[in-house]
């Protein structure tokens, strides 16, 4: 008999004790399943994988495509005479070449390029900070009780409901030098009216008011709800102990509303880096180009100018994609040492 089994009279072998720790572990039903991390997780997850696997490529193809041939297109000198065309039955072969880094460094040594991004940063700080401050305002007033509040709200969330184009097209007629009101208010008052299309100070003031109005909407919701989420007793433990408004605000409210703050003045200093419809529908850049963007700039490349320069345009867009990448790099960065998780 072996020596690692037990046999009692009249009955059957049994493994001696430690047998079974010295042959090693059992291998059971999952002891085939793979034990990396990697496949792991997607043998846990294989159900959420699959749900998500579509959009995935869905997004592949919509924007990963695109960025690819941009980025292409960026280091050629593709323009509308030499790309791939079509006239009639005839096709015509693109004639472009490979350029490298040349359309950079024209742009990066062009004054227009440094004076658009300085616009540009201006454009977007002046919308955000306005944005902010007035939506937390805006918000504070709207969090107590009062009569008429759900009115309130419902009347200042309206500009969001609007499509932009059909406000940006409310607010031309009321810019118009000779018939619109805000002229004719000021006329009225027995002030001059304002060139506010074509002077280009007014223009940029004008652009900007916009742009507040479209976003206050987004930032007041964005700050009601994180207002809403504060708990009610530390107002009023802070009242018992004596705190006034401002201390309150200053102790209570802000620190509560910092992490929702934080992401959507993010996403508004994104979205306001390239807000084209604004700029474009109210102004088209004007005048003198004064109020161009760096993203508006990129369209008259690609679409305006004659010819048509596509690989410019792809290289202002690659640039454009580069600023805000290091921006949210450093934005990361920046709420890392502060103690905030994002």
């Known amino acids: 008999m072996a020596a690692d089994t037990v046999k009692a009279p009249g009955t059957a072998p049994v493994p001696a004790a430690g047998a079974e720790r010295a042959r090693g572990p ?3 039903r999952g002891a085939d399943r793979p034990t990396g991390p990697l496949r792991r997780r997607l043998a846990t997850y294989w159900y959420a994988w699959a749900m998500i696997a579509p959009v995935v490529a869905v997004i592949a193809v919509i924007i990963g495509w695109p960025l690819v ?6 280091l050629t000198d593709a323009d509308e005479a030499n790309v791939e065309r079509q006239i009639g039955v005839n096709k015509i ?3 472009y070449e490979f ?3 040349e359309n950079y460094s024209r742009i990066l040594g062009d004054s227009d390029f440094w004076d658009r991004l300085g616009w540009t940063v ?3 700080v002046a919308c955000v900070g306005i944005t902010f401050l007035l939506g937390l305002g805006l918000a504070v007033m709207l969090n107590r009780a009062f009569r008429g509040r759900t009115l309130y709200r419902m009347a200042l969330i309206l500009p969001w409901a609007i499509p932009a184009f059909v406000s940006v ?5 009321l810019y118009n030098e000779r ?16 060139a506010w299309l074509s002077d280009p100070t007014w223009a940029k003031v004008a652009v900007i008011a916009v742009n507040v109005w479209l976003g206050v909407p987004f930032m007041l919701i964005a700050m009601l709800g994180a207002l809403q989420s504060i708990p009610g007793e530390q107002y009023e433990a802070a009242e018992m102990d004596g705190a006034n408004a401002w201390q309150r605000f200053w102790n209570i409210t802000l620190p509560g509303v910092r992490s929702v703050s934080m992401t959507v003045v993010l996403l508004s200093t994104i979205w306001t880096f390239n807000m084209f419809p604004v700029i474009f529908l109210l102004t088209r850049g004007g005048p003198a180009g004064s ?3 760096l993203v508006t700039e990129a369209f008259r490349l690609a679409f305006v100018s004659s010819p048509r320069d596509f690989a410019n345009s792809a290289a202002w867009g690659v640039l454009i994609l580069l600023l805000l990448v290091l921006f949210a790099i450093g934005y990361r960065r920046a709420l890392r040492r502060q103690g905030e998780v994002w």
């Open 179 to 194: 018939n619109g009101i805000l002229n004719g208010l000021l006329d009225k008052g027995g002030i001059d009216g304002i």
């Open 169 to 173: 097209f409310a607010w031309r007629m």
């Open 291 to 293: 109020t161009d963007i």
């Open 122 to 124: 201006v454009w977007t």
């Open 69 to 74: 041939r941009g980025v292409y297109l960026s």
């Open 99 to 101: 350029v490298g880094l």
């Open 26 to 28: 059992r291998r059971g």
């Open 93 to 95: 072969e693109a004639t």
